[in-house]
Structure formats: structure tokens, C-alpha cells
């Protein structure tokens, strides 16, 4: 999948939680993906969050200022309102059970993919970047990693953070 697409397969992945919240499930796993980027295994964010955990981009103008634009949830027309929207239309009714699909990492896996791995891009949020990268093979941690913007990104698995 094309990176815009990865970003909002980890953004789903990062808000399906909130199904459990309405619920009063406390007791939550926290999942990191495992990417397939050209022969690599790695763990990495494919986007960064402010201190609530909203998405953001941050770049430098022109006259050396850094500027933090925040994501759009609200507006309708965004990606993560969409994002959203799939993830609480398929999930949020009465006789849904999230949670047994969230519980298993491979179901939840194939979820998401079914999901988001074709999502109809309507923003993009400029540079192709990796954060908090970990390559599996030799347990290489690099802060950051500038991607191509042609670079295919394939999910492979879930790992549990906790």
C-alpha cells in the first residue's frame, strides 16, 4: 500500500480502542505493526502525535519557524473522519463484538487491511517519513527514516506493546 494509505491503517489500529471505552473494557492491548518494506521487517510509526495524541505534521517555514499543523477529525471531508466513520459504522452497533477481533491480532490484522489498505486518499500530509524505526533483522533503531514516496508498505503482522 501507498504510504498515505499506511498512515491511516495505523490511525484505525490507534482509535479502534475507543469501541471498548463505550463499554467500559479497561483491560486493552496495544499493538505496533510490522511492516514489510522492500526485504526489511520493521516496527515503526508512520506518523507523529501531540502531547493528546492527535496526528500532526510539523515542517519549518520559510523564515525558520516550525509549525505543527494538527489533523483533522472533525471536518467530514478528512481522511481520519472517514477512517473513523468505517471504523464505528462496521464495529460500534449493539450486536457487534470489537473486542474479540481486537483481541486477535491476526483477525484484526486481516480487518484492517480489508479496510484501509485501499482507502480513497483525499489528503496528504507531506513527507513520506518513518518514526521510531526498528528493524527486526539486526535490531537497528533509527529515530527517523525518509521513504520514497513510491514505496510500497505491506503490513505483516501485529506485535503487543504490552
Not at 463505550?22 to 505493526?33: A, E, H, R, W
Not at 496526528?55 to 499543523?69: A, E, L, M, Q, R
Not at 528493524?135 to 506485535?159: G, W
Amino acid at each position: 500500500m501507498k504510504f498515505r494509505q499506511a498512515q491511516l491503517l495505523e490511525y484505525a489500529l490507534k482509535v479502534f480502542p475507543e469501541l471498548f471505552k463505550q463499554s467500559g473494557i479497561t483491560q486493552i492491548p496495544v499493538y505496533k505493526i510490522v511492516w514489510k518494506i522492500d526485504d526489511d521487517l520493521v516496527t515503526a510509526n508512520t506518523y507523529q502525535t501531540d502531547s493528546y495524541d492527535n496526528p500532526v505534521t510539523k515542517y519549518v517555514t520559510s523564515d525558520g519557524i516550525i509549525n505543527t499543523d494538527r489533523w483533522s477529525t472533525s471536518d467530514i471531508t478528512s481522511d481520519l473522519y472517514r477512517v473513523r466513520k468505517i471504523l464505528f459504522d462496521n464495529y460500534g452497533h449493539q450486536y457487534s463484538d470489537p473486542f474479540a477481533i481486537y483481541k486477535s491480532p491476526s483477525l484484526l490484522c486481516q480487518e484492517l487491511v480489508e479496510k484501509y489498505s485501499n482507502f480513497d486518499i483525499g489528503e496528504q500530509t507531506g513527507k513520506c517519513n518513518l518514526f521510531d524505526v526498528k528493524y527486526l533483522k539486526n535490531n537497528t533503531e533509527l529515530p527517523f527514516l525518509l521513504l520514497d514516496p513510491d514505496t510500497e508498505l505491506k503490513i505483516v503482522s501485529l506485535i503487543s506493546e504490552s
